[in-house]
């Protein structure tokens, strides 16, 4: 593995005037399941690596009892997601995707922010957050800006961040219950019968 120089900065914007300071020589890096995975394999060299993990304001995880809004903060990791009694009773949808992703040790590491932006099409992480109609909130060179997490991926590995910008946190919206509708009814067959060869994870 490549020689690199570990970067913790404290808040959003000293990561970012790092990245800006280095720029393509710079990564950022969360949990790093997938970045070291990378770097282990010579796949990403990077000079500066960047860590998220200790800006507080990346791991918030909270709901707001008046509006209903939950917010995700970046780095909350998925092992935080799974044990939080808040998310087991109120957002089961994001406790099964988040409690099925790798292992114990996966889990204990690696963050929805990770997951997100790492956009594997497999992301256990992603399908509650597009379900819950999550907004991506995002940081970086140019100022802040949001974007629905639908609309975060543009292909297999790339989103919508430009370089230097950082996910932030992910609100959502109060859960709505879904009409009731009849598989028997629906022409396409059930959403869940996609081919395995889409999943990474298999
Ligand atoms: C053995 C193993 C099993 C796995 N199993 C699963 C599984 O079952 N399901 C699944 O969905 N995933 C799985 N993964 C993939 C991985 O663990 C998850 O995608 C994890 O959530 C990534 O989070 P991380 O914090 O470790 O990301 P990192 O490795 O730190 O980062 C991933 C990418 O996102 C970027 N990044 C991270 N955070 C931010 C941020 N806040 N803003 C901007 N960019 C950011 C990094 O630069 C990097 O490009 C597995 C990985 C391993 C190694």
């Keep these: 593995m490549k020689e690199f120089t570990y970067l913790t900065p404290a808040t959003v914007d000293e990561a970012v005037s790092l990245y800006g300071r280095h720029s393509e020589t710079a990564k950022y890096m969360a949990g790093g399941t997938d970045v070291i995975v990378k770097l282990k394999d010579g796949w990403m060299e990077p000079d ?5 993990k200790k800006i507080p304001e990346l ?3 909270h709901k707001n009892e008046a509006t209903g809004d939950l917010t995700i903060g970046a780095t ?6 799974e044990k939080s009694i808040m998310i087991q009773k109120e957002y089961p949808i994001i406790y099964d995707a988040v ?22 099409p ?15 909130l995002i940081q970086g060179p ?8 639908k609309d975060l991926f543009i292909e297999p590995y790339k989103t ?16 709505r ?7 028997s009814n629906s022409a396409a067959g059930p959403p869940w019968n996609c081919p395995s060869s889409a999943s990474g994870y298999s």
């Design 142 to 149: 140019a100022g802040e800006r949001s974007v629905a997490v």
């Design 48 to 52: 500066y690596l960047i860590s998220l």
């Design 76 to 81: 909350v990791t998925h092992a935080v997601l």
């Design 59 to 61: 791991s918030d995880l």
């Design 99 to 120: 409690s099925n992703i790798g292992s114990l040790q996966v889990r204990n590491v690696g963050t929805i922010g990770g997951n997100l932006i790492n956009a594997v």
């Design 177 to 183: 219950p879904a009409p009731a509708v009849p598989i």
């Design 122 to 136: 497999s992301a256990d992480g992603a399908i509650p957050m597009i379900a819950l109609d999550g907004i991506a």
């Design 160 to 175: 919508v961040l430009k370089p230097g910008e950082i996910l932030k946190k992910s609100p959502s919206r109060p859960r």
